[in-house]
């Protein structure tokens, strides 16, 4: 009768197969394509502001990778919205927090109080006409989506060899 040698350590191998392809593949494969789109969205932007608040972050969960571009919350995040989107036209008055519940006519008459912009007094209430939107997020997607792919491809290529998975899941010479 014939006997084989070594089924449990192939078994042992295939079992730990897919976690050692999530950990040491998949997700870095996953974030070398998104540094492509986090550098074009950066590249994109007209504010630096926003440039410093730009952040990668990958998650994975049920067999699932996703990785994320994102604007950290803060003053960026709202020059992001704005840049992205643009805005409507609107007017801008005192802050109602300054105000003491007193309408804008009341501030003017008691307080004298106005509005400085660039150094000029501009009055109790202005027009502001909106601003166009500049978008850089998803134009970046859009633009280095097949440049992303093909070094996500890459950093599974150079990690794949007949001797099995190599490396860890981030991208040489990077930070995560």
């Known amino acids: 009768m014939a006997t084989s040698r070594g089924s449990q350590s192939v078994r042992r191998y295939i079992a ?8 040491k593949l998949l997700r870095g494969a996953a974030r070398a394509g998104g540094k492509i789109i986090l550098a074009e969205a950066k590249e994109r932007s007209i504010s630096s502001d926003v440039d410093e608040a ?5 998650k994975s969960e049920a ?3 996703t990785v994320t571009i994102a604007v ?3 003053w960026g995040r709202s020059i992001a ?11 801008i008055s005192v802050a109602k927090d300054e105000s003491g519940g007193k309408s804008v006519a009341r501030i003017n008459a008691t307080d004298k109080r106005t509005m400085v912009i660039g150094g000029k007094f501009v009055g109790d209430t202005i027009f502001h006409p909106g601003a166009k939107p500049n978008p850089f997020l998803r134009p970046a997607l ?3 989506g097949a440049e992303a792919v093909a070094a996500a491809q890459s950093f ?4 794949v060899t007949p001797s099995g998975i190599i490396g860890t899941a981030e991208p040489e010479g990077e930070d995560a």
């Open 63 to 65: 067999g699932r990778l």
């Open 156 to 159: 599974i290529n150079a990690r």
């Open 16 to 23: 730990q197969l897919p976690t050692e392809v999530e950990n």
């Open 54 to 58: 730009l952040e990668m972050r990958s």
């Open 142 to 144: 859009d633009i280095k």
């Open 72 to 74: 950290r919350k803060g």
């Open 81 to 91: 919205n704005w840049l992205e989107y643009g805005t409507d036209a609107h007017f």
